[in-house]
């Protein structure tokens, strides 16, 4: 199975370990011949994945052929969780660009977590760098791609306009020139590889929509979302190649496309990718109400317990405020001669006051109580934690776990 572009983006003396470091003096000339050492294509994908990764709280070694390595990658699980939901956090549509990002008054965080990829709160918005293996036509073709028996492979085959130039033999400059490839397609059984591959698409998908100016692009550099070996022009003939992919069913245009066709684009990616933007606190309502993650819901927002306080504290101080302003105007109004004896007024006087002095102590009360809980329950969770983990990293010692 081919890959989705043709261009080798990343330039091979950054990118291929058959080539030596460039670091060497010039000046110093070897007497002996270097023998070529063949590489295979593991080898190639495994300079481009990083040092490391956590698989259950452990420190494991990537390799080329690990699946569930790259499940962690690309899979959004967790949003994935409330597809069905999702038209309540974001809207349908492609990301904006960096750039307006910065108008948004959002500043770019980065984040290796893929199903963080796109969701932004008050001030940020949270994007995982593009990986070097997504860059490399050999990932896609070896790793991830399909084999011609897979159960989830469909006849229907997609198809790639190029443009190409052939001025001897008298043809239009512009030669609409298809170029067909097989994609595996979504049936009723899908292997693991199709799944990560339209999660990978539409990985890549997205930044064809954050990275579309030359602004984009710096940005994109500046805050190391892009590897810094992938230049401009390489990167506009990458989303060229990404973008003109259409279904066989629609025939090529001898005309330059005016644009693409989204039903066409949208069946090559996860069903996460549909959407663009996600709103934090909006996942959070879902995971607490929907999931029944009340505590911690989709992220953290309380990483101390004073933060909660604060936070909770914050809005009882502006209701006090208010309560103050409603006392004094009901004290300004008793002492009127037309509301001095006004029955209704009394009686809603007397009660705002009993409230305005229940209310508040009521308040801090629950606040207590939501700290108890949080306590209590991030107390049990880390002992059992623990406990479990001594298992793991000490079985040979006792530490009284039972």
Same mark, same amino acid.
Request: net charge neutral; proline share 7%; hydrophobic share 40%.
């Given at each position: 199975?081919?890959?989705?572009?043709?261009?080798?983006?990343?330039? #091979?003396?950054?990118?291929?370990?058959?080539?030596?470091?460039?670091? =060497?003096?010039?000046?110093?000339?070897?007497?002996?011949?270097?023998?070529?050492?063949?590489?295979?294509?593991?080898?190639?994908?495994?300079?481009?994945?990083?040092?490391?990764? !956590?698989?259950?709280?452990?420190?494991? *070694?990537?390799?080329?052929?690990?699946?569930?390595?790259? &499940?962690?990658?690309?899979?959004?699980?967790?949003?994935?969780?409330?597809?069905?939901? *999702?038209?309540?956090?974001? &809207?349908?549509?492609?990301?904006?660009?960096?750039?307006?990002?910065?108008?948004?008054? &959002?500043?770019?965080?980065?984040?290796?977590?893929?199903?963080?990829?796109?969701?932004?709160?008050?001030?940020?918005?949270?994007?995982?760098?593009?990986?070097?293996?997504? +860059?490399? &036509?050999?990932?896609?073709?070896?790793?991830?791609?399909?084999? /011609?028996?897979?159960?989830?492979?469909?006849?229907?085959?997609?198809?790639?306009? *190029?443009?190409?130039?052939?001025?001897?033999?008298?043809?239009?400059?512009?030669?609409?020139?298809?170029? =067909?490839?097989? =994609?595996?397609?979504?049936?009723?059984?899908?292997?693991?590889?199709?799944?990560?591959?339209?999660?990978?698409?539409?990985?890549?998908?997205?930044?064809?929509?954050?990275?579309?100016?030359?602004?984009?692009?710096?940005?994109?550099?500046?805050?190391? *979302?892009?590897?810094?070996?992938?230049?401009?022009?390489?990167?506009?003939?990458?989303?060229?190649?990404?973008?003109?992919?259409?279904?066989? %069913?629609?025939?090529? %245009?001898?005309?330059?496309?005016? %644009?693409?066709?989204?039903?066409?684009?949208?069946?090559?990616?996860?069903?996460?990718? +549909?959407?663009?933007?996600?709103?934090? %606190?909006?996942?959070?309502?879902?995971? !607490?109400?929907?999931?029944?993650? /009340?505590?911690?819901?989709?992220? #953290?927002?309380?990483?101390?317990?004073?933060?909660?306080?604060?936070?909770?504290?914050?809005?009882?101080?502006?209701?006090?405020?208010?309560?103050?302003?409603?006392?004094?105007?009901?004290?300004?109004?008793?002492?009127?001669?037309?509301?001095?004896?006004?029955?209704?007024? =009394?009686?809603?006087?007397?009660?705002?006051?009993?409230?305005?002095?229940?209310?508040?102590?009521?308040?801090? #009360?629950?606040?207590?109580?939501?700290?108890?809980?949080?306590?209590?329950?991030?107390?049990?969770?880390?002992? !059992?934690?623990?406990?479990?983990?001594?298992?793991?990293?000490?079985?040979?010692?006792?530490?009284?776990?039972?």
């Amino acid at each position: 199975m081919q890959a989705p572009f043709k261009i080798q983006v990343l330039e #091979a003396s950054r990118q291929d370990p058959k080539i030596e470091s460039s670091s =060497q003096d010039p000046k110093i000339e070897s007497p002996v011949e270097i023998p070529k050492i063949e590489y295979s294509v593991e080898d190639c994908i495994r300079t481009c994945l990083p040092s490391s990764y !956590r698989r259950n709280d452990n420190i494991e *070694l990537p390799h080329p052929r690990d699946l569930d390595f790259f &499940r962690q990658e690309l899979d959004p699980a967790r949003i994935t969780a409330v597809l069905d939901w *999702l038209w309540v956090v974001g &809207r349908p549509m492609p990301p904006r660009p960096l750039h307006h990002q910065l108008i948004l008054g &959002r500043e770019i965080f980065i984040t290796e977590m893929v199903d963080m990829h796109l969701v932004w709160t008050t001030g940020r918005i949270f994007l995982k760098p593009v990986p070097r293996y997504l +860059l490399d &036509r050999t990932f896609w073709e070896s790793m991830i791609g399909c084999p /011609p028996d897979c159960c989830c492979q469909k006849t229907t085959p997609l198809v790639r306009t *190029l443009s190409t130039h052939d001025d001897s033999a008298g043809k239009s400059p512009s030669t609409s020139v298809t170029q =067909q490839f097989q =994609q595996g397609q979504q049936s009723a059984t899908e292997c693991e590889s199709s799944s990560l591959r339209k999660h990978a698409f539409g990985f890549l998908f997205s930044y064809s929509s954050l990275i579309q100016y030359e602004s984009d692009y710096d940005l994109a550099v500046e805050k190391k *979302l892009l590897p810094s070996n992938v230049s401009w022009q390489g990167w506009r003939t990458l989303v060229s190649e990404l973008l003109s992919v259409k279904l066989h %069913s629609q025939p090529p %245009s001898p005309s330059p496309p005016t %644009s693409t066709d989204p039903s066409a684009i949208y069946s090559l990616m996860s069903d996460r990718y +549909l959407y663009g933007e996600l709103r934090l %606190s909006r996942l959070n309502k879902l995971y !607490r109400i929907i999931l029944g993650q /009340p505590l911690r819901g989709y992220m #953290a927002g309380w990483t101390q317990y004073r933060n909660l306080f604060h936070e909770n504290f914050e809005w009882l101080a502006s209701a006090t405020v208010y309560i103050a302003i409603v006392l004094g105007a009901m004290q300004v109004g008793l002492a009127t001669d037309k509301l001095i004896d006004h029955t209704a007024f =009394q009686a809603a006087s007397y009660g705002f006051t009993v409230f305005s002095i229940l209310g508040p102590l009521a308040a801090m #009360a629950l606040i207590l109580v939501l700290f108890l809980v949080f306590f209590f329950a991030n107390w049990m969770a880390t002992r !059992r934690y623990w406990m479990t983990r001594m298992r793991l990293v000490r079985p040979g010692l006792g530490h009284g776990v039972q």
